[in-house]
Nanobody
Framework: VQLQASGGGLVQTGGSLRLSCAPS????????MAWFRQAPGEEREFVAA????????YYAGSVKGRFTISGDNAKRTLYLQMNSLKPEDTAVYYC????????????????????WGQGTQVTVSS
């Protein structure tokens, strides 16, 4: 499975970006997909995830209320709508995929995902 992530860029504080991730060969309805991010010198951290069945989204506390994860089954594309961006959101954002439905406790763990995109840079200026 190849994951192609796009949509990063430079934006001012308070601005918005939408990231996209398109897996090459997978059925959304049987997958768990997530976004993680990694800032320079930091560990990779969980941002958001969705289990397409039953379709529940999960968010890190730092982005809840500002970011929205969604998927378009027809386009086979995962999105991360990021609003009210802050300088601390600056990082390389990665999409990740697990074939199957992860249990809740595993959703937040990068090691649970076996497929990763190449990352897209998001920079928020103050």
């Amino acid at each position: 499975v190849q994951l192609q992530a796009s949509g990063g860029g430079l934006v001012q504080t308070g601005g918005s970006l939408r990231l996209s991730c398109a897996p090459s060969t997978v059925t959304f309805s049987t997958s768990t997909m997530a976004w993680f991010r990694q800032a320079p010198g930091e560990e990779r951290e969980f941002v958001a995830a969705t289990r397409f069945t039953p379709g529940s989204p999960y968010y890190a506390g730092s982005v809840k209320g500002r970011f929205t994860i969604s998927g378009d089954n027809a386009k086979r594309t995962l999105y991360l709508q990021m609003n009210s961006l802050k300088p601390e959101d600056t990082a390389v954002y990665y999409c990740a995929l697990h074939r199957g439905t992860l249990i809740l406790s595993a959703l937040y763990t990068s090691g649970a995902y076996e497929h990763w995109g190449q990352g897209t840079q998001v920079t928020v200026s103050s």
